[in-house]
């Protein structure tokens, strides 16, 4: 059975930081590149990273670059997102993908508020 498991969200000021922590079971992890994405309430859900299989090379929406991390370690079977600086606007439910050749998986989400 194929799970993707969130962890890590929470409530935390402006200016905070959080590490959003997703680890995968029932495939194989070190085959498919993973992403983060959120979701705000009322707003389209949107790319926050991307990281290759290998972890060699990652991608980050303009808005993150600088303030977020991602990162994994194949041998955890977990990708991790270290979000610094945090703003009100990065509020969301954050969420794990999967991508494999052929499958594509998701988890169910971790909320993130950022409130004073």
């Known amino acids: 059975q194929v799970q993707l498991v969130e962890s890590g969200g929470g409530l935390v000021q402006p200016g905070g930081s959080l590490r959003l922590s997703c680890t995968a079971s029932?495939?194989?992890?070190?085959?498919?590149?993973m992403s983060w994405y959120r979701q705000a309430p009322g707003k389209e859900r949107e790319l926050v990273a991307h990281?290759?299989?290998?972890?060699?090379?990652?991608n980050y929406a303009d808005s993150m670059k600088g303030r977020f991390t991602i990162s994994r370690d194949n041998a955890r079977n977990t990708v991790y997102l270290q979000m610094n600086s945090l703003k009100p606007e990065d509020t969301a439910m954050y969420y794990c993908n999967a991508r494999g050749t052929w499958y594509a998986y998701w988890g169910q989400g971790t909320q993130v508020t950022v409130s004073s």
């Open positions: 029932g495939f194989t992890f070190s085959s498919y590149a």
């Open positions: 990281i290759t299989s290998t972890g060699g090379s990652t």
